[in-house]
């Protein structure tokens, strides 16, 4: 259906979508989530996930329509201008699709981690792209789930899901309390959470993926600060990157790809 009008109320879940700090509370509270290009969509829907609307260009509308067509459910395709598109979310919309998508429930821990040999736990990143990235490489390198902390960026914030090229639908992952807290069930469960992190104590990660202990959870903190105290003191190992040509570390998705890497089964 043709949509002409900026005021339609229909266009109410793309509005201002450049506004990070506004979204970020705004669509967990809506139970939304919004999904970018129609590769994503398509995975968010294959997931499993309903969408509410989407929002296209006419160029985009039959590939949409074999996206959508098995759905039991029919889903509101609202077909706006590329003027349009960009009034209503405050940016260019290149790709040509949006869908405004039910967010899952958030899952407990201990279902995400059962049966789990390599779990990926980010803690307190605020960069949406290095979420999303780190999700990507869980997916690509074999992490079987992904915990993220309470102060964590969203992994289904817009940029994260479209940074992770979709990847965050298919890795199970779940929100976690922060620190040692929420570190508690990984240990009951038997993981050996590897801390990444530059510190005296460190094992080379060469040297501490020879003997892989059978279930480990490996933990990376914000790009700033890094772990928090209370995640460094609930670890059970640290571990760093053996780094050379004067740098000491790289960005935390990078640095999560060569771990998990390093640390496939």
Do not use: K
């Amino acid at each position: 259906m043709a949509v002409t009008d900026l005021d339609d109320p229909r266009l109410d879940d793309y509005r201002g979508l450049t506004d990070s700090a506004l979204r970020a509370v705004s669509e967990p509270a809506g139970g939304l989530y919004i999904a970018e290009t129609v590769t994503v969509i398509a995975r968010g829907v294959a997931a499993g996930h309903r969408p509410r609307s989407v929002l296209v260009a006419e160029r985009r509308v039959e590939e949409m329509r074999r996206v959508l067509g098995d759905l039991p459910v029919p889903v509101p395709v609202l077909v706006v201008s590329d003027d349009l598109a960009e009034q209503v979310t405050g940016f260019a919309v290149h790709r040509g699709a949006l869908a405004s998508m039910e967010r899952p429930a958030v899952a407990p821990v201990a279902d995400v981690i059962r049966g789990a040999r390599l779990v990926l736990v980010l803690e307190g990143l605020g960069d949406h792209a290095n979420v999303g990235a780190a999700f990507r490489a869980a997916a690509g390198l074999g992490a079987d789930a992904v915990l993220v902390s309470a102060r964590c960026a969203d992994p289904l914030y817009r940029r994260s899901v479209r940074v992770s090229m979709g990847t965050v639908f298919q890795v199970p992952w779940t929100r976690m309390d922060d620190g040692a807290a929420g570190l508690g069930e990984l240990t009951a469960q038997g993981f050996d959470i590897a801390a990444l992190a530059l510190d005296e104590r460190a094992v080379p990660l060469d040297v501490y993926a020879a003997e892989r202990p059978d279930r480990v959870a490996l933990l990376l903190g914000s790009e700033g600060e890094g772990l928090s105290q209370d995640a460094l003191a609930a670890a059970d190992t640290v571990v760093t990157i053996p780094m050379s040509g004067g740098v000491d570390s790289l960005n935390v998705a990078s640095a999560a790809a060569v771990a998990l890497w390093a640390l496939r089964s």
